[in-house]
């Protein structure tokens, strides 16, 4: 079932006035397919005033999410994205189905694949047999869709622990910021 899977993880940050943001594809094994990061952008202030609070939505969406999604060689089927604020940007310029997701440490729920609604967007979602559910958020467009992300999510579960290629992604970007330019 796993076969054909797999999954963008796209992480944007802003720390200290400076953004930056990575995406990171992965196969239904976890093995890395493609990876494209940004440079760190620091606006200056003359941006700040002109774009006022306009400035962080346009870098974390125009600027990063977008140049992240056209720079990747490899089109995921599934988009995943750490940040609320995220969501609505990757799913536009991805294309494809796109979906929050985050760890909880509630008691596994009965069965895998088993996606118990906590509201009209969110959902908790059992994608191995043992581990917590995970949260899902989606977008209002993807509400149809919902059983083909939850399908895709267990899928990968089958292979791969689900969340672990964040913590890459956030590694990868930390020693970027160490590496000399």
């Known amino acids: 079932m796993a076969s054909g899977v797999s999954a963008a993880y796209v992480v944007v940050d802003e720390r200290d006035g400076l953004y930056v943001g990575a995406a990171l594809v992965v196969d ?6 493609d990876f494209r990061y940004t440079e760190p952008l620091r606006p200056t202030k ?14 974390k969406e125009d600027v990063i999410v977008k140049g992240l999604v056209d720079a990747l060689e490899v089109r995921p089927s599934l988009w995943l994205v750490r940040e609320m604020d995220a969501l609505g940007a990757v799913r536009q310029h991805g ?5 929050l997701v985050e760890s909880t440490s509630l008691a596994p729920l009965d069965r895998t694949g088993q996606a118990d609604p906590q ?11 043992i581990s917590s559910p995970v949260r899902v958020v989606l977008t209002k467009d ?7 992300v939850f399908e895709q999510l267990v899928s990968l579960g089958e292979t791969m622990e689900v969340l672990e290629p964040f913590g890459r992604v956030i ?5 970027l910021k160490d590496e000399p330019l």
């Open 28 to 33: 239904n094994r976890g093995v890395p397919l």
């Open 46 to 59: 003359i941006e700040r005033i002109l774009y006022g609070g306009a400035l962080d939505v346009y870098l």
């Open 95 to 99: 294309k494809g189905p796109t979906a």
């Open 119 to 129: 509201g009209e967007l969110e959902f908790l979602l059992q994608v191995d047999p």
């Open 142 to 148: 993807q509400l149809q869709q919902a059983s083909k």
């Open 171 to 175: 590694r990868a970007l930390e020693a």
